[in-house]
């Protein structure tokens, strides 16, 4: 009794840690206030949160299922029935039972808060391997508002908690050595976006590369065993759920391959670091230089991971590390959320510290104030809401 009684106070403080940085969000354009600290707000209500860029896609997607007559019925968006593909089926699948009691707009918002705090659980539960009770519970404090990017997507209507969340809990299951669940959870990671598969490829490298010189040397037959085979299979749920997608595409766009046709949405180009070619697409301005600190702040954590021999962490920030130095993107720091919750257990030593604890008593106020502006300007021009609801 006393187990469940701890478990649900646990839960309930994660809980609150999640839901109250979202709040205080939501809180501004809830109340319609003209503006806070001098930062002119839209005066569209809880509607502005709704529109941030790709909510609205997402709706559409769980109204139409991919049906590309019902798209063309739904929206004015400038935009082809070939792009939704580039949305991935899970998030909006999700949305749609809620949407029964909520609606579509607030159904979106409802997951999204339902996700976060999915991944806050389950960021204290990996943390707390590393960490004492109190320096775990900073680490997810931390985590709950930290990057100023990752406390937007989780304000507003985002596939990235989902996402992010179910890529923590597969790896945590993945230390505890429970294969079938990391790799269950590595399967919702992939129906919720396309870069899932590389926690696969994560893993893959994670296990084959420490004993590709032992099995050159010694062969095959000690490490391919049927035991070790079998402990492992499972994981081949990830690929399978990537497949499962193309194949539900088939169905629905009677378009196999959708997701690559769904035109401008994959950004990885060779050399690496074309992101600061300003005249690209998807960047569009040579103010960048804060990308050399996300890539430094990433190259240090990834050596910390290394040099504290965690090298399953040290693998999958790797490879999303490797994967973002080809991304021409301008918001390049939403596509390093993945690497986040890893990096802040590298971090974590300095995390800790008192002076951190006092720089982040500063660094909440432009979190906050960023957080605000970005939203209030990210947002898809609706003029008819009818479609959405």
């Keep these: 009794m006393n187990y ?3 478990k649900t106070r646990l839960l309930a403080i994660l809980s609150i ?3 109250i940085p979202t709040l205080l969000i939501w809180t501004p354009f809830f109340l319609k206030l003209k503006s806070f600290w001098n930062i002119p707000l839209p005066q569209n209500g809880m509607a502005t949160l709704v529109a941030n860029y790709d909510g609205p896609l997402y709706i559409i997607v769980a109204k139409s299922l991919y049906n590309p007559e019902i798209i ?3 929206v004015s968006f400038p935009l082809s029935v070939q792009y939704y593909p580039a949305h991935f089926p899970l998030f909006p699948f999700l949305i749609k039972p809620f949407a029964i009691l909520l609606g579509f707009p607030y159904s979106m918002l409802f997951v ?3 996700s976060s705090i999915f991944a806050t659980y389950f960021f204290y539960k990996l943390a707390r391997d590393y960490f004492k009770y109190k320096d775990a519970l900073l680490l997810t404090l931390v985590f709950s508002i930290f990057p100023a990017r990752w406390l937007i997507v989780r304000s507003v209507g985002s596939p990235e908690p989902l996402f992010i969340g179910a890529i923590i809990t597969s790896v945590y299951f993945f230390k505890k050595k429970k294969i079938f669940l990391a790799a269950l959870f590595g399967a919702i990671c992939q129906l919720t976006k396309s870069p899932g598969i590389l926690l696969f490829v994560s893993y893959f490298l994670y296990l084959a590369v420490p004993n590709i010189k032992k099995i050159t040397l010694e062969g095959s037959k000690k490490y391919l065993t049927k035991k070790n085979i079998l402990k492992y299979i499972s994981l081949i749920l990830i690929p399978l759920a990537l497949i499962s997608v193309f194949f539900f595409y088939k169905l629905t766009t009677g378009d196999f391959l959708a997701y690559f046709h769904s035109g401008d949405n994959i950004h990885l180009l060779f050399p690496p670091f074309q992101i600061f ?4 697409p998807w960047v569009g301005t040579f103010w960048l230089e804060e990308v050399i600190f996300i890539y430094l702040l990433g190259f240090i ?5 290394i040099s504290k021999k965690d090298y399953l962490l040290a693998w999958f920030v790797g490879i999303f590390f490797l994967s973002t130095l080809f991304v021409s993107h301008r918001d390049i720091i939403r596509y390093s959320l993945p690497m986040i919750p890893f990096l802040l257990i590298g971090y974590g030593d300095v995390i800790t510290r008192k002076e ?9 106020i432009p979190i906050y104030l960023f957080s605000l502006a970005y939203i209030s300007q990210n947002t898809m021009p609706i003029s008819d809401w009818a479609p959405l609801l």
């Design 356 to 364: 951190f604890r006092f720089a982040m008593l500063i660094i909440i």
């Design 112 to 114: 999204t808060l339902l």
């Design 72 to 74: 063309k019925s739904l």
């Design 277 to 280: 070619n300003y005249s690209a």
């Design 17 to 19: 840690i999640s839901i």
């Design 301 to 305: 954590g990834l050596e910390k991971l």
């Design 4 to 6: 469940m009684i701890k």
